[in-house]
Nanobody, 122 residues
Framework: QVQLVESGGGLVQPGGSLRLSCVAS????????MGWYRQAPGKQRELVAT???????NYEGSVKGRFTISRDNDRNTVSLQMNSLKPEDTAVYYC????????????????WGQGTLVTVSS
């Protein structure tokens, strides 16, 4: 079983920065794709950014150039540096990962963190 724990959310003024971090713990063989999603009030959860184990990155269009995703495979962490924050970035941010439970299985399972609130407001 794998757990993801996020940290780093909070209140920030427009134009400010925040860094979110997520650490995976528990029993697993290998993490595959890790990423961040967000859900604003009254809206569906949406992709923010993902990163593969090999470092291939995908960003949602509105965050390109402002957000940077990174990961540390040795420490089982993924981070999201958010700069030039806008009020429309306000949301609960969720860490996500898919993983192989054991070396013997090729099936990938998915896990979500509990979410961390980011509020961008003056």
């Amino acid at each position: 079983q794998v757990q993801l724990v996020e940290s780093g959310g909070g209140l920030v003024q427009p134009g400010g920065s925040l860094r979110l971090s997520c650490v995976a713990s528990g029993s697993f063989f290998r993490l595959n794709i890790m990423g961040w999603y967000r859900q604003a009030p009254g809206k569906q959860r949406e992709l923010v950014a993902t990163i593969t184990r090999g470092g291939m990155i995908n960003y949602e269009g509105s965050v390109k150039g402002r957000f940077t995703i990174s990961r540390d495979n040795d420490r089982n962490t993924v981070s999201l540096q958010m700069n030039s924050l806008k009020p429309e970035d306000t949301a609960v941010y969720y860490c996500n990962a898919d993983y192989r439970a054991t070396i013997a299985t090729m099936r990938y399972l998915e896990v979500w963190g509990q979410g961390t609130l980011v509020t961008v407001s003056s």
